[in-house]
């Protein structure tokens, strides 16, 4: 930047540090997180923990036996849980790759914030068409997967404990989705039946574990895109899979790590004072993170000077900022513009995958990765059939798509835990878990 420009140039760094997370904050958070998991399970019992104790839920899925890549057969997948709902066709045959046909249809608004009548008229019509496509005979098993915190009672009956990624439906919270979507199902003639229930989260480890059938190192399931949340085999519990329910994290003991742009976001959510983690790691919320710190660097710039629409025109999208990242992906007349957005976006998104990698860490921890006594770790690998190496698939936009989401993890991993620790945790894309996974799970279910 020019000197006439040093006021910009200042008030960056100062942005960018209130982005900037040390080492040490994230060493601090991650035990700060394994306090909350293992204060959530012990005080919900697997149902949910009351938010004064802790603020990850730790929800028990009934779930204790992943795929071991023998399922065969026709099986449905039927996903809610962002802008899309999607109707999965998947023909399963003996560890072979899923065969897969999609039917993809985005949410109206409307009906996000309408009644449960609506909702689930929309998911049955949708599923209607696809079976209708087919043909199949029969009434076939469908995996459904229903990505919102549930308390779950088997693994076909849940309970919605509260909307998030922006819907509010009247008539659902406190209710069984399942149950929900049979009547709607029932009522327009769809020849599927849910066989599980499950959310994406659960359905990528699903999927992960499919994928590396065998090996039995995939423990955890995680999604980064829209919203985020981890799910993983506990060896502590008998492999009982846990749905975390990690977006509600708070940040009770590392309340330094959220600035004014997070305040800011969170009040003017669906939901204030909830899913602080989601708001500061995933998709929907990164790009107007974004564009509330730049307009805060550029607020003394030039004036008379008229900013981009982008810039003055919220909420923006996160995938615009992924674009803008990279090296032809940003077009922008002002090279002063253009320098702060790409500045900031990359801090924005670095911060992402830092807290995410603390969470990750210390699920991982649960699982017997990161413990600071290697021998100790060896010997819990060896007798509590723990992994020696930790698998964990990933799904969702911001891994796929979120500029060098990925290594940005890997890094953070040797930030938190060590360089040697996390040798032994690799992320893997664990592609299409909330569709595959959720049909791969009504067919462990129904063989």
Same mark, same amino acid.
């Given at each position: 930047?020019?000197?006439?420009?040093?006021?910009?140039?200042?008030?960056?760094?100062?942005?960018?540090?209130?982005?900037?997370?040390?080492?040490?904050?994230?060493?601090?958070?991650?035990?700060?997180f394994l306090r909350e998991m293992r204060a959530g399970w012990e005080?919900?019992?697997?149902?949910?923990?009351?938010?004064?104790?802790?603020?990850?839920?730790?929800?028990?899925?009934?779930?204790?036996?992943?795929?071991?890549?023998?399922?065969?057969?026709?099986?449905?997948?039927?996903?809610?849980?962002?802008?899309?709902?999607?109707?999965?066709?998947?023909?399963?045959?003996?560890?072979?790759?899923?065969?897969?046909?999609?039917?993809?249809?985005?949410?109206?608004?409307?009906?996000?914030?309408?009644?449960?009548?609506?909702?689930?008229?929309?998911?049955?019509?949708?599923?209607?068409?696809?079976?209708?496509?087919?043909?199949?005979?029969?009434?076939?098993?469908?995996?459904?997967?229903?990505?919102?915190?549930?308390?779950?009672?088997?693994?076909?009956?849940?309970?919605?404990?509260?909307?998030?990624?922006?819907?509010?439906?009247?008539?659902?919270?406190?209710?069984?989705?399942?149950?929900?979507?049979?009547?709607?199902?029932?009522?327009?003639?769809?020849?599927?039946?849910?066989?599980?229930?499950?959310?994406?989260?659960?359905?990528?480890l699903m999927t992960c574990a499919y994928q590396f059938e065998g090996?039995?190192?995939?423990?955890?399931?995680?999604?980064?895109?829209?919203?985020?949340?981890?799910?993983?085999?506990?060896?502590?519990?008998?492999?009982?899979?846990?749905?975390?329910?990690?977006?509600?994290?708070?940040?009770?003991? &590392?309340?330094? %790590?959220?600035?004014?742009?997070?305040? #800011? *976001?969170? +009040?003017? $959510?669906? !939901?204030?004072?909830?899913?602080?983690?989601?708001?500061?790691?995933?998709?929907?919320?990164?790009?107007?993170?974004?564009?509330?710190?730049?307009?805060?660097?550029?607020?003394?710039?030039?004036?008379?000077?008229?900013?981009?629409?982008?810039?003055?025109?919220?909420?923006?999208?996160?995938?615009?900022?992924?674009?803008?990242?990279?090296?032809?992906?940003?077009?922008?007349?002002?090279?002063? &513009?253009?320098? %702060?957005?790409?500045?900031?976006?990359? #801090? *924005?998104? +670095?911060? $992402?995958? !830092?807290?995410?990698?603390?969470?990750?860490?210390?699920?991982?921890?649960?699982?017997?990765?990161?413990?600071?006594?290697?021998?100790?770790?060896?010997?819990?690998?060896?007798?509590?059939?723990?992994?020696?190496?930790?698998?964990?698939?990933?799904?969702?936009s911001l891994y796929l798509k979120g500029y060098h989401y990925p290594?940005?993890?890997?890094?953070?991993?040797?930030?938190?835990?060590?360089? &040697?620790?996390?040798?032994?945790?690799?992320?893997?894309?664990?592609?299409?878990?909330?569709?595959?996974?959720?049909?791969?799970?009504?067919?462990?279910?129904?063989?």
């Amino acid at each position: 930047m020019t000197d006439s420009n040093s006021a910009v140039s200042q008030r960056l760094d100062e942005v960018l540090d209130k982005f900037d997370v040390p080492a040490p904050t994230l060493v601090e958070m991650k035990d700060d997180f394994l306090r909350e998991m293992r204060a959530g399970w012990e005080a919900g019992e697997g149902l949910g923990a009351p938010s004064d104790v802790s603020s990850i839920k730790m929800l028990n899925t009934h779930i204790d036996v992943l795929p071991r890549g023998y399922e065969k057969g026709v099986y449905y997948a039927l996903d809610l849980g962002g802008t899309y709902l999607r109707v999965l066709r998947v023909v399963l045959g003996h560890g072979e790759k899923p065969e897969v046909a999609e039917h993809r249809k985005p949410i109206p608004k409307g009906v996000m914030s309408s009644t449960s009548d609506d909702l689930f008229d929309f998911i049955a019509v949708t599923a209607k068409e696809m079976t209708d496509k087919f043909e199949d005979e029969g009434v076939i098993p469908a995996g459904f997967t229903f990505s919102f915190p549930m308390s779950q009672e088997t693994i076909t009956r849940g309970t919605l404990v509260e909307w998030t990624k922006g819907f509010s439906t009247a008539g659902v919270v406190g209710e069984d989705p399942a149950a929900l979507l049979t009547k709607a199902m029932e009522k327009r003639g769809v020849p599927i039946y849910v066989a599980a229930l499950c959310n994406d989260t659960v359905g990528t480890l699903m999927t992960c574990a499919y994928q590396f059938e065998g090996c039995g190192t995939c423990k955890i399931g995680m999604i980064i895109g829209t919203g985020t949340n981890a799910a993983y085999s506990d060896p502590t519990l008998g492999n009982l899979v846990v749905n975390t329910e990690w977006g509600g994290y708070n940040f009770r003991k &590392v309340q330094k %790590v959220l600035n004014e742009y997070d305040r #800011a *976001v969170d +009040e003017a $959510s669906p !939901n204030p004072g909830k899913q602080l983690y989601e708001k500061t790691i995933s998709g929907m919320y990164l790009g107007e993170l974004t564009r509330l710190a730049c307009l805060d660097v550029l607020k003394d710039y030039s004036p008379g000077k008229q900013l981009p629409d982008f810039l003055t025109e919220g909420p923006l999208d996160s995938k615009f900022v992924c674009a803008a990242l990279e090296e032809d992906g940003f077009e922008c007349d002002d090279e002063v &513009v253009r320098i %702060v957005f790409r500045t900031i976006g990359d #801090a *924005v998104v +670095e911060r $992402s995958a !830092n807290l995410c990698a603390a969470g990750l860490a210390a699920v991982a921890e649960k699982c017997g990765i990161g413990r600071e006594n290697k021998r100790h770790m060896r010997e819990v690998c060896v007798d509590h059939g723990m992994p020696r190496c930790l698998t964990i698939g990933v799904d969702g936009s911001l891994y796929l798509k979120g500029y060098h989401y990925p290594e940005r993890l890997a890094m953070a991993f040797s930030k938190i835990v060590g360089d &040697v620790m996390a040798s032994l945790i690799h992320t893997v894309h664990s592609s299409d878990g909330s569709g595959v996974g959720a049909a791969l799970m009504a067919a462990a279910v129904s063989q």
